[in-house]
């Protein structure tokens, strides 16, 4: 009975840790938010030609969120590692399907879709991820129907998370289907290879 109760315990600590990553890439999302009421992104210069300050954002507030989200993405690869090393453990216990059940109950997918994809170019994160023409997409990483704004809420959501996982799910013809996206430079334009629109845009 002993061993049964260890893998209970494994199991609920790997869906802690990523309960943890989820408030993670929630935070990071609500900073991504503030550079983008300010218009800039991780990168866009605080001054203007002349080395002043600019006067067009809140160089404070942009500079802040800026050095909390890279602590918050070395703290999202740690916790990343901590997830694999724990679905490693369950995997090896043999235990690694009522783990996977319970997260398809409590990760159902819910809400409206929020973008549509009207391309996807070959050979792109995007493609390489599985991502279709036409594909409804429900969830990008943390941002959902219940808190979508617009479209740059999926850029920011790319641009803060280069080279690492997000995990996306579409409706594909009725059926729901997740998919894994690693946003990274490519040969093409961006970091995923594709062009979403608002589903109000799509041509019916």
Not at 27 to 33: C, D, K, S, V, W
Not at 136 to 149: D, R
Not at 184 to 193: A, D, E, R
Request: net charge negative; with cysteine; glycine share 6%.
């Amino acid at each position: 009975m002993q061993p049964e109760h260890n893998m209970q315990v494994s199991r609920d600590s790997v869906l802690k840790i990523m309960d943890e990553k989820d408030k993670i890439e929630k935070e990071i999302e609500a900073l991504m938010g503030v550079l983008a009421s300010n218009s800039v992104g991780m990168h866009d210069p605080l001054v203007d030609q002349e080395g002043y300050p600019r006067q067009d954002i809140d160089v404070y507030q942009v500079r802040h969120a800026r050095h909390r989200i890279v602590c918050l993405q070395n703290d999202h690869k740690a916790i990343m590692k901590e997830i694999e090393k724990g679905l490693y453990t369950l995997h090896s216990s043999g235990n690694q399907g009522e783990f996977d059940e319970a997260m398809e109950e409590d990760s159902s997918p819910s809400g409206d879709p929020i973008a549509v994809v009207n391309k996807v170019t070959p050979g792109s994160p995007a493609s390489l991820a599985g991502l279709e023409v036409h594909d409804k997409i429900i969830e990008f990483g943390s941002v959902n129907a219940s808190n979508f704004q617009s479209l740059l809420n999926i850029s920011f959501v790319a641009e803060s998370s280069i080279d690492r996982s997000v995990a996306v799910v579409v409706l594909r013809d009725k059926n729901i289907v997740r998919l894994s996206i690693i946003p990274k430079p490519w040969m093409g334009p961006g970091l995923l290879g594709c062009n979403i629109v608002l589903p109000e845009n799509v041509d019916r």
